[in-house]
């Protein structure tokens, strides 16, 4: 699967009916407690794109479809909000000051298909990216892996390979954000450090568009 919203639906599909399924059914669970906030909402029913974790805003009966019901605590909150709560429920700062990182997990962040092979790809870039930029003051960071092949060039010859892109947000609510202006130093060794780690690569670059029109998230 290529095509953004049939990923985005099978996606959907995965987490709720192959996966949590099961597990449901083993643990006799008749409730799945789901972290989904406004902002996925809004998202999704604006048609700006779907969000895996909207189920019941789209007409969804979970019961029917997967047979439990899903609760959502903080559909109505903002991730501000929803920081806050995690600090008044006393979780430690570590847990709600950390960035967004997708439900989907690495597959919202692979371009075209989505195989084993390109997930490793883009989870070795990933582990890169929060690497060097774990001091950053930003709202969310995050790599990810480009469908075509770009031209690069290896020990004089030319080398077909791998393009990543890497983003950095400064945003309060994931409504909109700015490109987080890191230093060119930082932009360097991420490139250098990428090229160099994970195989197949041989370009990076990194996302400077606001959001609007740009999104967070690439899929």
Request: aromatic share 6%; with cysteine.
């Amino acid at each position: 699967m290529t095509d953004p919203e049939e990923k985005r639906e099978a996606i959907t599909q995965a987490f709720y009916k192959d996966v949590f399924g099961p597990l449901v059914k083993k643990s006799a669970a008749r409730f799945l407690m789901h972290g989904t906030n406004y902002t996925d909402i809004e998202e999704t029913v604006a048609g700006v794109k779907r969000q895996h974790n909207i189920l019941v805003q789209l007409g969804i009966d979970t019961e029917k479809v997967y047979g439990y019901k899903v609760l959502e605590p903080l559909k109505d909150l903002r991730k501000p909000a929803v920081r806050k709560v995690a600090k008044a429920l006393g979780l430690p700062a570590e847990i709600y000051n950390r960035p967004p990182f997708p439900g989907p997990a690495l597959a919202a962040r692979v371009i075209g298909e989505v195989t084993p092979d390109r997930v490793k790809t883009v989870r070795k870039a990933t582990r890169i990216v929060e690497e060097e930029l774990a001091g950053v003051k930003c709202f969310q960071y995050l790599a990810i892996l480009h469908h075509d092949l770009v031209t690069g060039v290896r020990g004089g010859k030319r080398d077909f390979g791998l393009q990543v892109e890497v983003r950095c947000w400064d945003s309060e609510d994931a409504v909109t954000g700015s490109p987080t202006r890191l230093p060119y130093p930082v932009l360097e060794k991420l490139a250098d450090r990428i090229t160099s780690e994970v195989p197949g690569v041989v370009s990076v670059v990194y996302n400077i568009t606001r959001k609007p029109p740009s999104t967070i998230e690439a899929v």
